[in-house]
């Protein structure tokens, strides 16, 4: 599969505006995002079609986010649920990918609701692996603790179920790197590693945005973990956006600005990326033209 360059959806509610960036960008792709309802997908269906390469599951949107971290078996159907749905949106566009969020250190089920989200989040039970409180942003150590580990292998197992079905419906399954939160699992280049290898039908999708954060709450050198990442050939899509995340100075925000706001240098970063072949999504959620245009400056 040749790499194609996209935009997410996921900043985007106008349907004007989405035809007016691809009419200005007309080799541009699209991703589906977990935030489009049923009526916004049947809206957008027309304009998009046929220009759609991946879905962010879950599509359209739930009230949760899947869990395959969670050893309850009412939460696990319910998030195996959602990915058929998300698979049957996938098969009704065209995408060939479907990014999943690998899982949370936790049985319960993840609201979708940012406010409910946070809420969970500063629950008592996470909180002896809290580091910093705003963001809920989690100690060092954390990937390393017991609970972690428990969830991380009930993820990897019910993964492997998973990215069968996908094969099944025709999609590829690609799980994302996450942002160093409590509760949320697939924050370290070594945890994608193994996920790369526990299914030969289980693929990545490198999130560099939260892979920088990673580095500033692991301390690990960024640019070699995206190589590390990449050198696992499982890497099919990426989601580029920059944050302001600084260690030294504590902040530690998944804000999704734009690629040359804060942070890396994102040509750098694109260049690794093309030269790995995976798609390159922006997923970016203000000034979609200038983005867009920098995507193709840097990687031209």
């Avoid at 004007?16 to 269906?45: C, G, R, T």
């Amino acid at each position: 599969m040749s790499q194609r360059y996209g935009l997410s959806l996921v900043g985007f509610t106008d349907l004007q505006a989405i035809k007016n960036h691809q009419e200005q960008f007309p080799s541009l792709q699209w991703e589906l995002s977990y935030k489009m309802s049923e009526q916004f997908l049947d809206e957008v269906e027309p304009i998009i079609a046929g220009r759609v390469i991946s879905v962010h599951a879950s599509c359209p949107a739930e009230a949760i986010f899947p869990n395959f971290g969670s050893r309850d078996p009412v939460v696990l159907q319910r998030s195996f649920d959602a990915m058929r749905r998300t698979f049957e949106t996938a098969r009704r566009f065209g995408a060939q990918i479907v990014v999943l969020h690998p899982g949370y250190v936790t049985d319960l089920e993840i609201p979708a609701s940012n406010i409910q989200r946070e809420a969970l989040l500063t629950d008592v039970s996470f909180s002896p692996y809290v580091a910093v409180t705003e963001g809920s942003i989690c100690r060092s150590d954390y990937p390393q603790s017991d609970v972690y580990r428990q969830h991380f292998e009930q993820a990897k197992e019910s993964l492997i179920r998973l990215a069968a079905m996908a094969k099944e419906a025709g999609v590829r399954l690609a799980a994302e790197n996450l942002n160093p939160r409590v509760a949320y699992l697939g924050q370290t280049p070594q945890e994608m590693v193994d996920l790369a290898q526990v299914s030969e039908d289980l693929y990545v999708c490198l999130d560099v945005g939260h892979l920088w954060i990673a580095s500033q709450v692991y301390d690990f050198p960024y640019l070699e973990a995206i190589k590390q990442i990449l050198a696992t050939k499982k890497v099919i899509t990426s989601h580029v956006h920059a944050n302001p995340s600084d260690g030294v100075a504590a902040i530690f925000s998944d804000s999704h600005d734009n690629i040359d706001a804060h942070s890396f240098d994102y040509r750098v970063v694109l260049k690794l990326l093309q030269k790995g072949k995976a798609n390159i999504i922006l997923e970016t959620v203000h000034d979609p033209e200038k983005n867009t245009t920098l995507l193709y400056e840097a990687v031209r």
